[in-house]
T-cell receptor, first 116, second 114 residues
């Protein structure tokens, strides 16, 4: 069964550094998402992306965050200047091989980001 | 805004015990409801879902019924196994507008001991 893959599985970075988290969604999916889970807390929606633009974002997704689909297969989340509170597990997800139909989300295994 | 509340964990059960994990939601309209499971070291996997009132979702021996009158979607299993040890997340999603985001609860960690 096709799956969403995320790299790296664990990223350690220093406060103030830029970090890029990478995801390869399922190939025929049209909708892409990033979620995060701070340790011990709920899984929170960050952003959704469709047709090469952001379709929805949460208040967490401020100017420090950006997403990109640079080459038709990768979907990246960039944090420009990391803060300690950005330490979390980041999940990528994809869905929807048909526009407008609310199909299930498929999640990757996550990237654990640790900011020191 | 929309929200999901799950019972606090961790929940520890002996093998073959009955499992209930409570989930209630607050939402406008008629959301779809889901249970996701996260096994150790893995991503979130859809366990079951229900899209309208009184629907029962079921998979791998787990069941949950969409109760609009109590705004609940409690997860149950009659006889748990060690392999069911995981974190379980209740979630909702509005069906309109196409591929709307999921809203998750905090998750409930289940440990099943032999």
């Amino acid at each position: 069964e096709p799956e969403v893959t995320q790299t790296p599985s664990h990223q350690v970075t220093q406060m103030g550094q830029e970090v890029i988290l990478r995801c390869v969604p399922i190939s025929n999916h049209l909708y892409f998402y990033w979620y995060r889970q701070i340790l011990g807390q709920k899984v929170e929606f960050l952003v959704s992306f469709y047709n090469n633009e952001i379709s929805e974002k949460s208040e967490i997704f401020d100017d420090q965050f950006s997403v990109e689909r640079p080459d038709g297969s990768n979907f990246t989340l960039k944090i420009r200047s990391t803060k300690l509170e950005d330490s979390a597990m980041y999940f990528c997800a994809s869905s929807g091989d048909q526009p407008g139909y609310n199909s299930p989300l498929h999640f990757g295994n996550g990237t654990r980001l640790t900011v020191t | 805004g929309d929200s999901v509340t799950q019972m606090e964990g961790p929940v520890t059960l002996s093998e073959e015990a009955f499992l209930t994990i409570n989930c209630t939601y607050t939402a406008t309209g008629y959301p779809s409801l889901f249970w996701y499971v996260q096994y150790p070291g893995e991503g979130l996997q859809l366990l079951l879902k229900a899209t309208k009132a009184d629907d029962k979702g079921s998979n791998k021996g787990f069941e949950a019924t969409y109760r609009k009158e109590t705004t609940s979607f409690h997860l149950e299993k009659g006889s748990v196994q060690v392999s069911d040890s995981a974190v379980y997340f209740c979630a909702l999603r509005h069906p309109l507008g196409g591929n709307t985001p999921l809203v998750f609860g905090k998750g409930t960690r289940l440990s099943v001991i032999a």
